[in-house]
């Protein structure tokens, strides 16, 4: 089992139970630094907060004190997944349906490993993605990367959230 997998393991059922759900984490070795990359949000969808990443920073910095996974010394950095955020589980492009993405593939699909375009939906682990006029159904276990294009749209649908969880804590 590789390091990022067993950190996954050690951390995500801590983090479920307090409420966030880990979108990707990376282990980054710069020769004489490494790096501990964990990419969080909340499981009830509100903005992830200043305060949020501290509260997830703290657990995972006591669970790996008590593992010690990565041998010598690391930074540990945890950040929201942003506007334009990856896209990681097949549930992640169903909650986005709608909305501009990039997505590369492992292998070419249709003569192509690169696509831009509005995600239609997910059926089991195919997604379907309309692209220069055309619909491409897309593996999930074929993906290299993906993540969403920053629009007008996506923007407006941000903001849009920000206010709702606004409106909901003035009223707590």
């Given amino acids: ?10 951390i995500v059922p801590s983090l479920d139970a307090m409420g966030y759900r880990v979108v990707l984490i ?10 501990l990359s964990i990419m969080a949000e909340r499981t ?5 907060s200043f305060d949020d990443c501290t509260d997830i920073s703290r657990t995972v910095s006591a669970l790996l004190d008590v593992e010690d996974p990565i041998p010598g010394q690391y930074n540990l950095e945890v950040m929201s997944p942003g506007i334009d955020r990856p ?42 993605l ?8 897309i593996p999930f276990g074929q993906m290299k ?5 920053l629009t007008d749209a996506l923007m407006d649908a941000h903001i849009r959230a920000g206010e709702t969880d606004k409106k909901k804590k003035t009223k707590a």
Avoid: N
């Fill in 87 to 128: 896209l990681t589980r097949p549930e992640d492009f169903t909650r986005f349906s709608g909305f501009e993405a990039k997505v590369e593939t492992m292998l070419p699909i249709a003569g192509r490993k690169r696509f831009r375009g509005l995600i239609e939906g997910v059926k089991g682990e195919v997604v379907t």
């Fill in 145 to 149: 990367a993906a993540k969403l294009v």
């Fill in 44 to 48: 009830d969808d509100e903005v992830m």
């Fill in 130 to 137: 309309a692209a220069d006029g055309e619909t491409f159904q």
């Fill in 26 to 35: 990376k282990l980054l070795d710069r020769g004489r630094s490494k790096t």
């Fill in 1 to 10: 089992m590789d390091i990022v997998t067993r950190i996954t393991a050690m």
